[in-house]
């Protein structure tokens, strides 16, 4: 992990719930947000943390322009929905362009739009970012200063990481975190695991060699969408059980984990699959280590 990446980590251990805006977590005083916000992308692709973001530009595409042509859709659709087609018809503009108020309806009706695939984000720029549980294990269990030289801590991000570090641990020398963001105790999951295993069901090893079989299939260059595993197992496993094994790959550094940023390439099926997160998208992708 790069220094710049680990301090951003470190000045967010100090924000409420763990977030904070993109201008409050440089990595020092002269980082150029434009630098933060490439960084923190890294951050997200390796799970690390989630994303909020701000939609900069929109446009319509192809779906909006026939549904504008089909008058026995538009009689069915939502007024102000039509309202922000007709407005990006010609050419991309700004959400801000759009007088529609409150500002917070607007940008709810533009999202619903992304998702029905009527309208295109053409730009987005992340503004606020938090810690994941996959970051929060990270720091807690797996972090080491190999490889980043001299580091050259605060003693502001110093004091951040030792009191993370002392709050983590609710039980002796345990602690393993969930997707939920709360801790839970190893031996939870590992019973877990063992339930699985007694009901003859496909083993750990198993699964991640269909992972890369299924990888190889449908070629999706070591980046599988999680749907593909479910639609293979969804006869034998629950959700419950396949996330079980999953997350127990990547705890055992054999698989790692990735968000959906754009997800309007998938149906809702597909989208569900995904295992949700309270901030951003949802788990999505499968690399197999």
Known sequence: ?????????????????????????KPNDKTKVSVVRNLCEQ????????????IL???????????????????KENNLELIILNSCLKTSIKPSDIK??????????IADLVKKELIEIKE??????SLTSNGKLFLAQEFLCKGLGNINLS???????????????????????KSDNFLESPDIITSELEEIKEKNKPSIEEVLETIIQL?????????????????????????????TILYSLQK?????????????????????????????????????K
Do not use: H, W
């Not at 990888?215 to 629950?238: A, G, H």
């Open 43 to 54: 951050l997200f692709n390796r799970g690390y943390i989630d994303v909020e973001e701000k």
């Open 57 to 75: 530009q929109i446009k319509i595409n192809n779906n909006g322009k026939t549904l504008l042509k089909n008058k026995a859709l538009l009689d």
């Open 215 to 243: 990888d190889l299939e449908f070629n999706t260059d070591n980046y599988l969408p999680i749907f593909y595993v479910r639609n293979k197992y969804q006869s034998i496993l629950n959700r419950q059980e396949l996330d």
């Open 252 to 288: 055992q550094n054999k698989l790692s984990m990735s968000r959906l940023v754009d997800g309007s390439q998938y149906n809702s099926e597909e989208y569900n699959a995904g295992i949700p997160q309270k901030i951003g998208g949802p788990i999505f992708y499968l690399i197999v």
């Open 155 to 177: 003693k502001k991000l110093l004091n951040n990481y030792l009191t993370f570090i002392r709050n983590c641990y609710t039980n002796k020398d345990t602690l393993l975190f």
């Open 100 to 109: 529609l108020n409150p500002a917070s309806k607007r940008d709810q009706l």
């Open 1 to 25: 992990m790069d220094i710049q990446e680990f301090k951003i980590l470190l000045k967010l251990l100090d924000k409420t719930d763990y977030r904070g805006k993109i201008g409050e977590i």
């Open 124 to 129: 987005k720029q992340i503004i606020f970012i």
